[in-house]
Nanobody, 115 residues
């Protein structure tokens, strides 16, 4: 049973930084994609950033230049470094992965940006 577990969320002031981590467990043969989505209150889930088949990640337009995704392939772990956080970044952040040709989601971690 493959599982994704996020960590690193919390409360931060505007302009601050946070780093999210997503670790995997279970029987993993192939990870075709891995990344982050978020859902803000009253809004649909949106892409934050993800790696796909290439080495260059893609970013959602609202976080471009402020967030950086990285990964540790040896640990099957993905990170999201968030800087210059804004109140509109407040959301539940979900880790996503396409593993062994199946979609998996983490349970989500809350990020709140407020003074």
């Amino acid at each position: 049973q493959v599982q994704l577990v996020e960590s690193g969320g919390g409360l931060v002031q505007p302009g601050g930084s946070l780093r999210l981590s997503c670790t995997t467990s279970g029987s993993i043969f192939r990870i075709a994609a891995m990344g982050w989505y978020r859902r803000a209150p009253g809004k649909q889930r949106e892409l934050v950033s993800r790696f796909t088949s290439g080495s260059t990640p893609i970013y959602g337009g609202s976080v471009q230049g402020r967030f950086t995704i990285s990964r540790d392939n040896a640990k099957n772990t993905v990170y999201l470094q968030m800087s210059s956080l804004k109140p509109e970044d407040t959301a539940v952040y979900y880790c996503y992965a396409l593993i062994n040709y199946n979609d998996y989601w983490g349970q989500g971690t809350q990020v709140t940006v407020s003074s």
